[in-house]
């Protein structure tokens, strides 16, 4: 069964740091991967995706995921962090052989000091 | 602007009430989906629904009963909710085959 795992729930970082926020999976073949951005109040805007090819993929708002299998991890950075980037993040993993079964992990909350 | 749409926004209902939450997709696809996101709960998937014919049910009570009438609507009838039913009810839609989901901003539902 796939199962996603984000092992931090609430990071703080100064504005101008760099992020990475921690995602690690599990699943018996090759994923589909995704990170999800939910601001407070509102529903989850898609930052990037993963299917297959180049394992750094670029997102939006200058978002970046990096894809390690023998890792099992699928981490989101941002090389410098605006105040409107605090939010929470959402890891996801859907099976390749279903359009539907998407999981999501529990979130991490990103709150970003002046 | 997301291209799928929920409405209400805010719903505060009692226990006794029947109510709809509605959702309505731009995009063109085919499959549409509800969840809910309770406080520290990770999301849940409640309904699938795939070419306007539901594919998946986790295990949720008959006291939430969708409707898909054809691929750009989704309901959620509501009725005899209960408190623990409080939370946000988020709509999102797929190609059938492209697995990336979009979502709406959510209907906050409390249950008083």
């Known amino acids: 069964a796939q199962s996603v795992t984000q092992p931090d729930i609430h990071i703080t970082v100064s504005e101008g740091a760099s992020l990475e926020l921690r995602c690690n999976y599990s699943?018996?073949?090759?994923?589909?991967l995704f990170w999800y951005v939910q601001s407070p109040g509102q529903g989850l805007q898609l930052l990037l995706k993963?299917?297959?090819?180049?394992?750094l993929v670029q997102g939006i708002k200058g978002f970046e995921a990096e894809f390690k299998r023998s890792q099992s991890s699928f981490n989101l950075r941002k090389p410098s962090v605006h105040w409107s980037d605090a939010a929470e993040y959402f890891c996801?993993?859907?099976?390749?052989?279903?359009?539907?079964?998407?999981?999501f992990g529990s979130g991490t909350r990103l709150l970003v000091r002046p | 602007e997301t291209g799928v749409t929920q409405t209400p926004r805010h719903l505060v209902m009692g226990m006794t009430n029947k109510k709809s939450l509605k959702c309505e997709q731009h995009?063109?696809?085919?499959?549409m989906y509800w969840y809910k996101q309770s406080a520290k709960k990770p999301l849940e998937l409640m309904f699938v629904?795939?070419?306007?014919?539901?594919?998946e049910n986790n295990s949720v009570p008959s006291r939430f009963s969708p409707e898909c009438p054809n691929s750009s609507h989704l309901f959620l009838h509501l009725h005899t909710l209960q408190p623990e039913d409080s939370a946000l009810y988020l709509c999102?839609?797929?190609?059938?085959?492209?697995?990336?989901?979009?979502f709406g901003e959510g209907s906050w539902l409390t249950v008083v």
């Open positions: 996801a993993v859907g099976a390749v052989d279903s359009s539907y079964k998407l999981i």
């Open positions: 699943y018996g073949a090759t994923p589909y």
């Open positions: 629904y795939s070419l306007e014919e539901r594919v």
């Open positions: 993963y299917f297959s090819g180049d394992t």
């Open positions: 999102a839609s797929s190609q059938v085959a492209g697995n990336t989901i979009y």
């Open positions: 995009l063109g696809h085919n499959a």
